[in-house]
Each structure stands twice: as C-alpha cells, then as structure tokens.
C-alpha cells in the first residue's frame, strides 16, 4: 500500500498522559493514525484512545518497554506490515530520579539514561529503516531546558536529554538527502505531573512569561514539526519554554 493510499500513522511513546498524550491527540486532530504507547498505565492509554478518537481520528494501544530493544523491534515491525508503513515517531517516554549528584545511586542514573536514551536507540533505529526504504519519515524527540540550562539534582536526567540532543543532530544530518526529518523539541516547565511537587509560585517568578506551559502548547509545535510547513526544518532543537534563557 502506497503512502497516498493509506491514513499516516504515528507511534507516540509515553503517551498515556501529559505532554505525550497532548501530542497524540493532536496527530489524531490533523489526520494521524496513532499507536499510543504506555509502560505500566494501560488506563491512562486507553483514555488518550478516547480523547484520539473524539478528535476525529482512529488508533491503538500498545504495552512495551522503551528500554527493551527486542520489544521495541517487534512492535515497528508489527505496526509497519499491518498499516504500511511508518510516517511519525515521536520520542517521548522519559521519567525523573532526582537527586544531588554525589548522592545518586547507579539505579537511579542508569534508569532514566536507559529510558530517554538508550529508548531513543531502540525506537529510532528500527523506524528510521523503515522510513529509508519509503524515502519519507519524520522523527520528533522531545528533550528538555533542563538539556539546555543546569538544574541542580537532575544530572541524571540532563545527561540524557542532552545526549538525545546530540544523537538526533546526528542522526538527522545522516538521513536528510534520504527525505527524513530529525528535531527536538525541548520543552520547559509543563504542567504535568512531573511538576506536581515542584514550587510552582517560585517558579512562576523564573520564567519571563510568568506562567507553566500547558502540554498542548508542546503539542502544536511537534505537530508543526511533523507538517510540511517544516519540510525545510531538521537537525534543529526548539525550545519551548515562555522565554527561559
């Protein structure tokens, strides 16, 4: 099945809730096919389904470990052969062990480098061959400020935004002759739950705006990324953070 003859379709990771569920729901609102992925949350996908198909749009969930590449591996495969193919992948699974550096435990490091990271690999590669041979693809990942500016007690989590910064720079210049788009997006302080013990009124006072962003803010520019209105755009990271320098 040829790419004009079929709905685009979208894999969005860690879309159970937050910045990730906004983005497959806005995909779903401009005429994506959405594979929504969750860890451990099968309810929270389900009700992004909802909100998926109240936007007009159709898609699924799908149960997998970012970090497992033989899970990884078997879902693209799986998703390619039975909607034809490939069109989006956005990179969003992520979570937070915060902590001062020099008292981190090896876990608490390992896990969230395996997630943004190590995830990025075995979500990245697969798709990206896939998009190779139809000769069109876009990949959207989405980092973070703290990638950008030092925040103490996320050393952790800096290091990985920042080398999912870095690796899709790469990458990104290695496809582009091959008609795919590499970009991140790098959001600052979003209301989600991450936040949710955060000093939100101090916050407010770091950030030129003076407001938290909403996650659909995010959302419009991954899909923005994802249109042809981008089609000159990759390699790049937009930040998306009220003005935080």
């Known amino acids: 099945m040829s790419k004009e003859n079929r709905q685009q379709t979208a894999i969005v990771t860690g879309a159970a809730k937050g910045i990730g569920r906004a983005i497959a729901v806005e995909l779903a ?10 860890l451990s949350d099968k309810k929270g996908a389900e009700q992004t389904l909802a909100l998926v198909q109240a936007a007009g ?4 969930t799908a149960g997998f470990d970012v970090r497992d590449a033989g899970q990884t591996g078997q879902l693209i495969d799986a998703v390619a052969e039975r909607l034809g193919g490939i069109d989006v992948l956005i990179n969003n699974a992520g979570i937070i062990h915060d902590g001062l550096f020099m008292m981190m435990e090896a876990q608490n490091w390992q896990s969230v480098v395996d997630t943004s990271l190590t995830g990025f690999y075995n979500m990245t590669r697969p798709v990206i061959e896939k998009m190779v041979r139809q000769r069109s693809g876009v990949v959207v990942s989405i980092s973070s ?3 950008l500016l030092p925040n103490r007690g996320q050393a952790n989590y800096a290091a990985a935004k920042a080398g999912l910064n870095a690796a899709s720079r790469v990458v990104a210049s290695e496809v582009a002759r091959l ?18 013990d955060a000093p939100k009124d101090h916050i407010k006072t770091l950030i030129p705006m003076a407001r938290i962003g909403k996650p659909e803010e995010v959302a419009k520019v991954v899909s923005f990324l994802c249109s042809d209105a981008a089609s000159y755009m990759t390699g790049q990271i937009l930040s998306v953070n009220g003005g935080m320098c």
Do not use: F
């Open 179 to 196: 008609g795919i788009r590499v970009n991140v997006v790098a959001p600052g302080l979003i209301e989600t739950d991450m936040i949710d």
């Open 145 to 147: 400020a703290s990638s």
């Open 29 to 38: 609102r401009v005429g994506y096919y959405v594979v929504i992925n969750y």
């Open 57 to 60: 749009s159709e898609g699924e």
